[in-house]
């Protein structure tokens, strides 16, 4: 039987599956299970509660059927003199968003939606925005949308680079923005850390960062015209947004640390050539600490290492490199490069 068709034949018979119930009938990995379920998500046929190992998934319309109906805010706004912080401010008073949020939840959510809107009303071009707010069940749900040039295209035509996948990979390195005598490019970076559960759908991509596996996702899809942003966390959240800046930040208070996830474009397997590295590298100057992630990557090639942990390295000698997620294949190459360094 498919695996999809299984996830819903169970859930449709129980109350909430988990994912060993579905391991112990279906020969296959975490991940790819965790595939299955994100995109039974998207389509709108199952609902997650819970994060990680303890995460439980319901059959949507069963969630529908049980779920208590909070507030809910939808309205298109004009982008010329639209002011973000006024934005939140009526959709807070409406809402009445301090009854459902715990105090991190509401402190968090306002700097996640006005940078959203923000970028919308600074960078989109676009005439108007579409902003919809919703209280479901235990989480909190925004959603931002444009019809304009769109994110990545727009990070394409500023550094003039190949393509939307490279345009998104930049983008997530943070510090990248196309206007920098205005802004920092730091939101996206922030808010997609301190999110549940984020989304960004820009031209054919659909980035997926599930903070609650974690992990990182980027997939084709039908295009879109402009860019449209989802963003999810829990109404009683816990998180602490300034222990998120204070991992990324120095004593002065300024933003020196990035995370790459390497496999973001090549989701597995191997990295080889130095044009390879090169791109990688594109913009890492700015920072002081770069943790650079190898999950899910089999192997690097010579010239990849090299150019990374040696030639980028002697380059910029005060910038701290830390390779994480390594098997011992890419630790082998990284060692290597980095004992002939001059």
Do not use: W
Not at 93 to 115: D, R, W, Y
Not at 267 to 282: H, T
Request: net charge positive; with cysteine.
């Amino acid at each position: 039987m498919d695996t999809k068709v299984l996830i819903l034949k169970l859930a449709g018979t129980r109350p909430f599956i988990r994912s060993q119930d579905i391991l112990k009938r279906k020969n296959i990995s975490r991940q790819t299970l965790a595939q299955h379920f994100r995109e039974l998500i998207r389509e709108g046929k199952l609902i997650k509660e819970g994060e990680t190992r303890n995460a439980r998934y319901i059959l949507a319309s069963k969630a529908k059927q049980k779920a208590e109906k909070g507030p809910l805010f939808k309205k298109f706004f004009l982008t010329k003199g639209l002011e973000e912080d006024r934005v939140f401010n009526e959709i807070n008073f409406k809402m009445n968003l301090k009854k459902h949020l715990s105090g991190a939840g509401l402190e968090i959510v306002q700097f996640a939606f006005t940078e959203m809107l923000n970028n919308a009303i600074e960078h989109s071009g676009a005439s108007r925005v579409f902003v919809e707010v919703i209280c479901d069940g235990l989480d909190l749900r925004f959603r931002v949308e444009d019809k304009g040039v769109g994110a990545f295209e727009n990070l394409k035509r500023t550094y003039k680079l190949r393509d939307h996948f490279e345009a998104c990979e930049l983008m997530l390195k943070g510090k990248q923005t196309t206007a920098p005598k205005f802004h920092t490019g730091q939101g996206i970076f922030f808010t997609s850390k301190i999110a549940d559960y984020f989304t960004l759908d820009s031209a054919r991509l659909h980035l997926i960062v599930d903070n609650t596996l974690p992990d990182l996702f980027l997939e084709e899809v039908k295009k879109i015209q402009g860019t449209h942003v989802s963003f999810r966390i829990k109404q009683k959240s816990r998180k602490n947004l300034k222990a998120l800046f204070d991992e990324y930040t120095d004593s002065d208070f300024e933003f020196d640390k990035t995370h790459i996830t390497v496999h973001l474009i090549r989701k597995e397997g191997s990295y080889v050539s130095r044009s390879e590295a090169k791109r990688i590298l594109f913009g890492l100057e700015q920072f002081k600490r770069i943790v650079l992630d190898f999950k899910n990557i089999t192997g690097i090639g010579q010239g990849f290492a090299d150019e990374i942990f040696r030639v980028f390295q002697n380059q910029h000698p005060k910038i701290t490199l830390e390779p994480v997620h390594m098997t011992d294949g890419v630790r082998f190459m990284i060692e290597r490069a980095r004992s002939e360094q001059s």
